[in-house]
C-alpha cells in the first residue's frame, strides 16, 4: 500500500475473523448463540459481515445509524439494539432493528404502539439489573410484570427474552451464581407465559469467564461479544482476569498508525513555572535528564489515553499527549525512526472506540 494518510487505523479482517470463529465455536460447544456487538467498530459494514461469516448469528449494536448501515452487508441476520431506546427514536428502531434490550414500561408502550403503526412485530428483550447498577429492572418481580403485559396486551411485540449486563458501570463479574438467578428468573416467566422464551442473554465479552469455567447455566443461550474479538489478549478477560485462553485470540486485527513529524533530545522534566496541561490538569513529571524522543501527529483526541496505546517499537514507551500530538521516547531503541517513519500501535478496547470512530483517522482494510 503506497502514499497511505495517516494517523491510520489498519484493519486485518482475516485476524479478526479467526478471533470470532474461535469465540462463536466455543459458545456454541456451549449452546450459545453469538450477538456481534459492531459499535468498538462505529458499525463498519465489513465487520458486520466478518462476524457474520465467522458464526454469529446476530448483529449488535448501541446506534441505529451503525446497525442500518451493517443491514445492507448482512441482508437476513437479525439486528439487535443493545442501548434502551430514546423515545425520539422509537420510529426508527422498529424501523431498523429487530429486536431491543428494553426497561421502561413507557418505552415498550410506545414501541408497541409504532410497531402497530408500521404493520410489523417487534422482538423485545428484558433487562434485569443483577447489581451492576446500569440498565434493567432491579426488582425480579416488576420484570415479571412487564413480561406478561407484553405478552398479553402488546400486539405489536413479541416477548422474546430476558437479558442482563454485568462489568458495565458496576464491575460486577458474571459468576456462576448471577448466571443461576438470570436462569431462574427466565424459567420462572417461561411457566407464567407457558412456553420457552427465545434469548436468554447473559451478557458481553466477560461473560465468557462462566463459559470458561464450565459453569455457565445451560438456560443462558445468547452472549453479545465485542471488546473480546477486538482486541484478544488484550481484553480484560486476560489483562485483568487471567484468562489464558484469551490469549489465543489476535490482539493486533485493529492497529493504529502513526508519523513521526519531529525528532528531537530534550529535558524531561517541563522547564518553567508549571500550571495545568492541555486538559486543564494539574501533571507530575518525572526528571529523566535529557532524552531522545519523537513526536507522532496522532493525539487524545484521537484515541482518548495513552495507556490504551501500545508501541510497536521495542524499547519506546508514550511519555505523554496533547489533544493531537503524541510524545514517544525512543532514548532506549535499538532501531531510531526518522521524521516521516510510521509508529505501530496495538491498541485497547476504547482507543480502538475512538480510532474508529474520529473522522481524522483513515481506515484501511487487509
Ligand atoms: C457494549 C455492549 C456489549 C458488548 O460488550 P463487550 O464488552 O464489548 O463485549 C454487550 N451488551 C451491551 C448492552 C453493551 O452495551
Redesign the pocket.
Known amino acids: 500500500m503506497k502514499n497511505l494518510r495517516y494517523p491510520a487505523l489498519m484493519v486485518n479482517h482475516e485476524k479478526f475473523r479467526e478471533n470470532v470463529r474461535l469465540v462463536t465455536d466455543k459458545c456454541r460447544e456451549h449452546g450459545i448463540e453469538v450477538a456481534g ?1 459492531i ?2 467498530s462505529n458499525g463498519m459494514p465489513r465487520i458486520a459481515e466478518d462476524f457474520v461469516a465467522s458464526g454469529a448469528s446476530i448483529i449488535a449494536s ?1 446506534r441505529l445509524e451503525q446497525l442500518e448501515r451493517a443491514e445492507l452487508a448482512t441482508a437476513d441476520v437479525p439486528l439487535l439494539l ?2 434502551i431506546p430514546m423515545l425520539c427514536e422509537v420510529e426508527d428502531v422498529v424501523r431498523v432493528a429487530d429486536i431491543s ?1 428494553n426497561s421502561e414500561l413507557k418505552v415498550l408502550e410506545a414501541l408497541n404502539a409504532e410497531a402497530l403503526r408500521q404493520r410489523k412485530t417487534h422482538k423485545v428483550i428484558l433487562m434485569a439489573d443483577l447489581g451492576d447498577l446500569r440498565e434493567g429492572y432491579f426488582e425480579a418481580d416488576e420484570l415479571i410484570e412487564t413480561a406478561l403485559i407484553v405478552e398479553n396486551r402488546m400486539e405489536g411485540l413479541v416477548l422474546a427474552g430476558i437479558g442482563t ?1 454485568l462489568g ?1 458501570y458496576g464491575s460486577v463479574k458474571p459468576t456462576a451464581k448471577n448466571m443461576k438467578a438470570l436462569s431462574e428468573l427466565a424459567e420462572r416467566i417461561e411457566t407464567r407465559i407457558g412456553r420457552e422464551l427465545e434469548y436468554v442473554s447473559g451478557g ?3 461473560s465468557m469467564m462462566p463459559v470458561l469455567d464450565n459453569v455457565m447455566p445451560a438456560k443462558v443461550n445468547m452472549l ?5 474479538v477486538y482486541t484478544g489478549g488484550l481484553d480484560e478477560l486476560a489483562q485483568v482476569y487471567g484468562y489464558k485462553w484469551a490469549e489465543k485470540l489476535n490482539d493486533d486485527a485493529f492497529v493504529l498508525r502513526a508519523q513521526v513529524i519531529e525528532k528531537k533530545v530534550k529535558p524531561t522534566h517541563p522547564i518553567g513555572e508549571l500550571g495545568v496541561d492541555a486538559f486543564g490538569k494539574k501533571r507530575e513529571y518525572v526528571d529523566r535528564g535529557n532524552r531522545l524522543r519523537v513526536l507522532l501527529a496522532v493525539g487524545r483526541a484521537d484515541y482518548g489515553d495513552i495507556e490504551d496505546i501500545l508501541p510497536e517499537l521495542p524499547g519506546s514507551f508514550v511519555v505523554g499527549a496533547s489533544g493531537d500530538h503524541t510524545i514517544l521516547d525512543i532514548e532506549d531503541c535499538r532501531i531510531k525512526p526518522e521524521v516521516g517513519d510510521v509508529i505501530e500501535f496495538r491498541l485497547k ?1 476504547s482507543a480502538l472506540l475512538r480510532l474508529s470512530g474520529s473522522e481524522n483517522v483513515r481506515i484501511y482494510n487487509k
Open positions: 456487538v459499535k468498538a448501541s443493545i442501548r434490550l449486563n458495565c458481553a465479552s466477560s453479545r461479544i465485542g471488546a473480546l478496547y
